[in-house]
């Protein structure tokens, strides 16, 4: 099947797109795919309300072969044989296989909704687990670690006073461990 074809045999559906998939063609409509033409036939979209039609005109699911087994596709249904030289009668299917995708994307759309939340411990789409944004989450961040500078500089302060040595002019300080020499903790890891 070509596209050309394909564009004759939907024009009393309306007007569909035309992509190439796999080893042939997918069909859609307004963004939705409803329609597959590949090498071993037509396919249209089917659900629960269509399949009872497609098995009662001899139609068979879309099915292809793997290296361990055969899969099969109930989504998608072979347009029966006598639906190629009745164009009316075609365009009808079509339309119930384009409703049959809305419904399927209609009901992927509201499982997403309802999908479970988030872990508590990852933020969701920059919000803290109160629903503040991440500024402010980062603002308390800040206002924690400014703690820990506080003690940090009285530390210094405190190894100043014993007789510690002072940074030239247009340094900044080291810290109180750095002067002293030790490689132990800092005084920011003790106070956690």
Not at 30 to 35: C, H
Not at 114 to 132: D, H, L, M
Not at 176 to 182: C, I, L, M, N, Y
Request: net charge positive.
């Amino acid at each position: 099947m070509d596209r050309e074809f394909l564009t004759d045999l939907f024009a009393g559906f309306g007007p569909v797109t035309i992509r190439r998939m796999f080893s042939g063609f997918g069909i859609s409509a307004d963004g939705i795919n409803f329609a597959l033409a590949l090498r071993s036939g037509l396919y249209l979209r089917a659900d629960e309300a269509s399949f009872a039609r497609f098995e009662e005109a001899g139609s068979k699911p879309f099915s292809y072969e793997t290296r361990a087994r055969t899969m099969t596709v109930r989504s998608y249904w072979q347009v029966p044989a006598h639906l190629f030289d009745d164009t009316d009668e075609f365009a009808a299917w079509a339309r119930d296989a384009f409703a049959a995708a809305q419904r399927a994307a209609l009901s992927k759309r509201t499982s997403k909704k309802r999908a479970a939340p988030r872990s508590e411990a990852v933020p969701a789409r920059g919000r803290s687990k109160s629903g503040a944004t991440k500024t402010a989450a980062k603002k308390t961040k800040s206002v924690k670690t400014g703690k820990v500078a506080k003690n940090v500089a009285k530390n210094v302060a405190k190894s100043v006073g014993k007789g510690a040595e002072t940074a030239p002019a247009g340094r900044k300080a080291r810290s109180a461990t750095a002067v002293r020499g030790r490689t132990s903790r800092t005084a920011s890891s003790r106070t956690r």
